[in-house]
């Protein structure tokens, strides 16, 4: 049977019951409206450790759009009997004063170099920061021996790296590969807000990150960039945020072919309203 928290001393004290017995615990920090994304992390965690813990919650800090906040899609009811389902043991729940009990909580004082300027960082200013600052508020709670991340995210993994080797957090990080629709669109909670047309046409951005993919080095880096951003923008529903073809380990933009194997493009595209984030590594 699923158990659900909603205040931090009741789940540490579940915790801490779980540690006396050598359970290890694994987390799956999620802010809802699960899809098979979010479930491929759990099975993840189930298979590796012996009790997992998800944590549910929109997390405000790390939203730098205000009607994003808003419209964010939640679904509790849903996500607890389908987390359930899937075996996870523990749902944590915060509501946000539990989480920042602060009046104006403060973003962690850690330096994420330029992983905080590019790509995402340079759209989302601030948006890294709230995400390291929720997830080592998590860590403190819940004292994971391992946490799942999605690639989905992929910044966003690398800023989590970034956290735990500078704050000393003894979790290890599992990274877990993108898991997609059945044409080709990366599963996002975000999803639920396209309309049927906008739905129909989504997949079209991993479409062109695949022919990116069969394109290679036939064309060099600067003029495959441009051929995928022409390609997707020749539909006006699209507006490309960025398109860019990165070093995997850095994210600085790549130059040309030499250091292929490490080749990845990231883009965000909005569709409407709806900012959509995909990457795909070129040459693996
Ligand atoms: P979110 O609820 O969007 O904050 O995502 C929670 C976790 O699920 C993050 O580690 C995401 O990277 C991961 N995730 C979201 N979508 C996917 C996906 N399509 N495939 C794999 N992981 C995902």
């Given at each position: 049977m699923i158990k659900v928290y909603n205040h931090i001393t009741e789940l540490q004290s579940r915790l801490q019951k779980e540690r006396v017995k050598k359970h290890t615990i694994g987390f799956v920090p999620t802010m809802g409206a699960l899809h098979e994304g979010h479930l491929s992390l759990i099975r993840k965690s189930l298979s590796e450790t012996d009790l997992t813990v998800c944590s549910i919650f929109v997390n405000p800090l790390q939203f730098n759009n205000p009607r994003d906040l808003e419209t964010y899609p939640r679904k509790p009811e849903q996500d607890i009997s389908?987390?359930?389902?899937?075996?996870?043991?523990?749902?944590?729940?915060?509501?946000?004063?539990?989480?920042?009990?602060?009046?104006?909580?403060?973003?962690?004082?850690?330096?994420?170099?330029?992983?905080?300027?590019v790509l995402e960082g340079k759209y989302r200013p601030g948006h890294f920061l709230g995400v390291a600052t929720v997830i080592k508020r998590f860590f403190d709670i819940v004292q994971p021996d391992k946490a799942f991340f999605g690639k989905k995210d992929y910044q966003q993994l690398l800023v989590i790296h970034r956290l735990v080797e500078q704050v000393k957090i003894p979790t290890e990080i599992v990274p877990c590969p993108i898991i997609r629709e059945a044409d080709g669109l990366a599963m996002s909670s975000r999803n639920l807000r396209l309309t049927i047309g906008e739905r129909t046409i989504a997949p079209f951005i991993s479409q062109i990150l695949n022919k990116m993919k069969e394109k290679g080095t036939s064309l060099p880096v600067r003029e495959l960039k441009n051929w995928a951003i022409k390609k997707i923008t020749d539909n006006?529903?699209?507006?490309?945020?960025?398109?860019?073809?990165?070093?995997?380990?850095?994210?600085?933009?790549?130059?040309?072919?030499?250091?292929?194997?490490?080749?990845?493009?990231?883009?965000?595209?909005?569709?409407?309203?709806?900012?959509?984030?995909?990457?795909?590594?070129?040459?693996?």
């Open positions: 389908v987390l359930e389902s899937a075996g996870c043991q523990i749902v944590f729940l915060p509501e946000v004063k539990e989480m920042y009990p602060e009046k104006e909580p403060q973003k962690l004082n850690i330096d994420l170099g330029h992983l905080d300027k006006p529903a699209f507006h490309v945020e960025y398109l860019e073809i990165v070093d995997k380990d850095t994210l600085y933009p790549l130059e040309n072919w030499k250091s292929k194997s490490k080749a990845m493009v990231c883009t965000a595209v909005y569709l409407g309203d709806v900012r959509l984030i995909d990457n795909m590594e070129l040459f693996s």
